[in-house]
């Protein structure tokens, strides 16, 4: 078992673990407190081991990140009066966690969650950080809030169920986080059989996420450097229609925008080759055939703000990202020479 600590307005802490009994954990931790469970039905369907806590069962993906769902928890919640003290736990991926961290920074002006995260994708991100969130049909996440659990708890064997394309999806993540943040990770990825060391990768990506998030909680500045290979990927998930998932669209973007960045001169070949040979080593796609102005549209319909320019982010080497501000005419140019390096 390991400890891990999030020092930010409110400290937390992560344990990882590889036999993690939730409703025993549940009842000597928070037994005197309402609990419940927010889960969704494929992890309903697998796992039963809360299921004498009360609980709630939403929709499997991404289309559950919706104010309909949030409002009919939120009406759960005050029918069956959940109060101030009560908690909710989230059981499940990215999609469970963000939505009921939503709920629970919301309801009541606030109430204790804790992060029980069960896909890659959420043990190595999306459980950290404080980011809560629905979509709207303008875009993803544009209601939502920053938020820290009262703790997260992972247990990797819960991977042992995760499907294959999702394993996919968070191991991009992990690629990138060791890119943006950590040698020895990269190494431990070069090297390690990840059925043996899941656990130190997982360790390994939230302690670059955790170093990050306590610099700048808020995205301000540096957390901006989480999203490398991000612009180009949900350029590229949006024009192949969500067929490209986000996973895939990061790892295309991540080699496409070092390959630009290589040939400007600000990412070094050794850099560039390793990306590559991760990639590679994992089956992940580093390639997607596209034109340069469609790529740019599906870029900018994305972007949030009003600004003439574009936040890329770059490697300048391993663990070292940089971010570089491209106005739009050069970001052309960058996806024109990204394109061509394919
Ligand atoms: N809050 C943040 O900082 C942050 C960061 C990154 C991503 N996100 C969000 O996370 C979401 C994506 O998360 P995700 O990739 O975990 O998706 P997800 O929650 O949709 O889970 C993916 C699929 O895997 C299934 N699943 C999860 N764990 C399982 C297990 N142990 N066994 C079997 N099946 C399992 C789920 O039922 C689902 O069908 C997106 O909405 C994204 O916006 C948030």
Redesign the pocket.
């Known amino acids: 078992m390991k400890k891990l600590v999030v020092n930010s307005e409110n400290p937390y802490e992560i344990t990882i673990t590889r036999d993690l009994k939730i409703d025993e954990y549940i009842k000597t931790k928070y037994g005197k407190s309402k609990i419940l469970v927010i889960t969704?039905e494929?992890?309903a369907y697998?796992y039963s081991e809360y299921k004498n806590i009360p609980h709630y069962i939403i929709n499997?993906?991404?289309s559950s990140?919706d104010i309909e769902v949030y409002y009919k928890i939120i009406k759960f919640l005050s029918k069956n009066n959940f109060h101030r003290d009560s908690i909710l736990l989230a059981f499940?991926?990215?999609?469970?966690?963000?939505i009921t961290g939503f709920v629970a920074s919301t309801y009541l002006r606030g109430i204790p969650f804790v992060q029980v995260p069960?896909?890659l994708?959420?043990m190595v991100?999306?459980s950290v950080?404080g980011?809560?969130g629905i979509n709207t049909e303008y875009g993803?996440?544009l209601i939502g809030s920053f938020y820290n659990p009262r703790e997260v708890l992972i247990d990797t064997r819960?991977?042992d169920?995760?499907?294959e394309e999702?394993f996919a999806?968070g191991l991009a993540e992990v690629i990138k986080t060791a890119m943006i943040g950590d040698r020895s990770l990269v190494e431990a990825l070069m090297t390690d059989q990840l059925e043996d060391g899941i656990e130190n990768i997982v360790e390994k990506s939230l302690k670059v996420k955790i170093d990050i998030v306590q610099k700048d909680m808020r995205e301000s500045n540096l957390r901006r450097i989480l999203n490398f290979g991000h612009t180009i990927g949900h350029g590229i998930e949006k024009l192949s229609d969500y067929k490209i998932k986000h996973g895939e669209g990061v790892a295309i973007g991540m080699a496409m925008i070092s390959k630009a960045f290589h040939k400007k001169g600000l990412t070094p070949k050794d850099t560039l080759d390793i990306l590559v040979a991760l990639l590679e080593k994992y089956s992940l796609a580093k390639s997607f055939e596209v034109d340069k102005d469609s790529l740019f549209k599906a870029i900018l319909i994305d972007k949030k703000t009003e600004e003439n320019y574009i936040n890329l982010v770059y490697l300048e080497n391993i663990g070292m990202a940089k971010i570089y501000k491209a106005g739009l005419d050069e970001l052309k140019d960058i996806l024109q020479i990204a394109i061509d390096g394919n």
């Open positions: 969704d494929n992890l697998i499997a993906g991404e990140k499940g991926g990215g999609v469970v966690g963000d069960t896909s994708l959420s991100d999306s950080g980011k809560t993803k996440n819960y991977l169920t995760l499907p999702e999806n």
